[in-house]
T-cell receptor
């Protein structure tokens, strides 16, 4: 384990469902990130939180809603998703809001939208 | 603007032979560069990073990379491949401007290691 834990590991949901992805780290990191990894495409940054405040939102559709209740936990709330949203969703954290410290990634949640 | 190009989508080597995974970047600022590895069904793990110190960077598991500014390259090498090296490798560039920071990931190189 890397120190960043993501649950669930796999999720299948219908287009009308509401579900949440959870990310947890106890590394003492102050920044957390959501990435989307689709086949044959570079990783896409979705959201960035630094000290529990959202600092970046890269034009992500509103059907994805992040939440960071404290510096150790990050959620991604999903509703009315589309089949093209099927992907591996990766959570990462870093000591500070700077990638130069290196990111620690979780193992991801494999999401399938049917 | 910044970008990163991984020149090979797939590399196959025999166990015990050298590994070379190629990466070229472009950046308007002095970049930081990283290599991450992703094993099947796992998240990304940091292999090594260059942040304007020594141009030859050593990482975990015997990997190293050399930053060549004149060639805008940051190729990843290993003298002798092991079966456990089979994975997807991502070259990443970061440029910090002011208070913003941004990572740009390459599309990945899948390394296959055969007996």
């Amino acid at each position: 384990e890397t120190g960043v834990t993501q649950t669930p590991r796999h999720l299948v949901m219908g287009m009308t469902n509401k579900k949440s992805l959870k990310c947890e780290q106890h590394l003492g990191h102050n920044a957390m990130y959501w990435y989307k990894q689709s086949a044959k495409k570079p990783l896409e940054l979705m959201f960035v939180y630094s000290l529990e405040e959202r600092v970046e939102n890269n034009s992500v559709p509103s059907r994805f809603s992040p939440e960071c209740p404290n510096s150790s936990h990050l959620f991604l709330h999903l509703h009315t998703l589309q089949p093209e949203d099927s992907a591996l969703y990766l959570c990462a954290s870093s000591l500070f809001f700077s990638p130069n410290y290196g990111y620690t990634f979780g193992s991801g949640t494999r999401l399938t939208v049917v | 603007a910044q970008s990163v190009t991984q020149l090979d989508s797939h590399v196959s080597v025999s166990e015990g032979t050298p590994v070379l995974l190629r990466c070229n970047y472009s950046s308007s600022y002095s970049p930081s560069l990283f290599w991450y590895v992703q094993h099947p069904n796992k998240g990304l793990q940091l292999l090594l990073k260059y942040t304007s110190a020594a141009t030859l960077v050593k990482g975990i598991n015997g990997f190293e990379a050399e930053f060549k500014k004149s060639e805008t390259s940051f190729h990843l090498t290993k003298p002798s491949a092991h079966m456990s090296d089979a994975a997807e490798y991502f070259c990443v560039v970061s440029s910090e401007t002011g208070t913003a920071s941004k990572l740009t990931f390459g599309t990945g190189t899948r390394l296959q290691v055969t007996l």
